[in-house]
């Protein structure tokens, strides 16, 4: 069965530094790889997605991800954060086109500091 | 922007009682989804609809739980029996192609 596995629970970082969040999945072939955001007390917002092509993705708010697919792995990455960037970053794929429920993982919580 | 609504945003039923929420998908989208958040982490997938059509559900959801889309503008999920265990945050998403846009979630809290 299809998995992610998002290792770090919870991030601190100062403000102003680089962000780098870690993502692996299980699954053979190349699923569909997406990252969401979630902010307190609201819904999840999608910051990228990667279905084929450039390895590396460019999503809102100057996030990036890159897809290895040699490691199945998709980590995403901000080269300077701010502290609005505080807030739980789930991985997420699907392994099918046409609708299908996304797999996600449990979450890493951010946290900036001033 | 993707604008996908959920209401009402908090539900708050005793133990025992009937609760029901509703999605209004994004336009033009023909797949909705339900999750259930705890805890602010991990989402579960509770059910798929593709034009109005559940196609996917876990078994919790056939136990407990009742799932439609009336129409292609309006899906419900209702819980026939509240228990505490389903004090979550409840998302609905919709989709027209594999990305998934998601609403603000309906708060249920089970006393």
């Known amino acids: 069965a299809q998995s992610v596995t998002q290792p770090d629970a919870r991030v601190t970082v100062s403000e102003g530094a680089s962000l780098q969040l870690r993502c692996k999945y299980s699954?053979?072939?190349?699923?569909?790889l997406f990252w969401y955001v979630q902010y307190p007390r609201q819904g999840l917002q999608l910051l990228l997605k990667?279905?084929?092509?450039?390895?590396v993705v460019q999503g809102v708010n100057g996030f990036e991800a890159e897809f290895i697919k040699s490691n199945s792995s998709f980590h995403l990455r901000k080269a300077s954060v701010h502290w609005s960037d505080s807030a739980v970053y789930f991985c997420?794929?699907?392994?099918?086109?046409?609708?299908?429920?996304?797999?996600f993982g449990t979450g890493t919580t951010v946290s900036v500091s001033p | 922007d993707a604008a996908v609504t959920q209401k009402p945003r908090y539900l708050i039923k005793m133990k025992g009682q009937e609760a029901e929420m509703k999605c209004i998908p994004e336009k033009g989208h023909t797949a909705v989804f339900w999750y259930q958040q705890k805890q602010s982490k991990e989402l579960k997938f509770l059910i798929y609809f593709q034009n109005q059509q559940p196609l996917d559900q876990i078994d919790m959801v056939k136990e407990r739980f009742s799932a439609v889309c009336p129409s292609s503008s309006l899906c419900s999920l209702g819980i026939r029996t509240c228990e505490a265990e389903d004090s979550a945050l409840y998302l609905c998403?919709?989709?027209?192609?594999?990305?998934?846009?998601f609403g603000p979630g309906t708060r249920l809290t089970v006393l």
């Open positions: 699954y053979s072939g190349t699923p569909y």
């Open positions: 997420a794929v699907s392994v099918y086109q046409g609708g299908r429920a996304l797999i």
């Open positions: 998403s919709s989709s027209q192609l594999v990305e998934q846009y």
């Open positions: 990667y279905y084929s092509g450039d390895p």
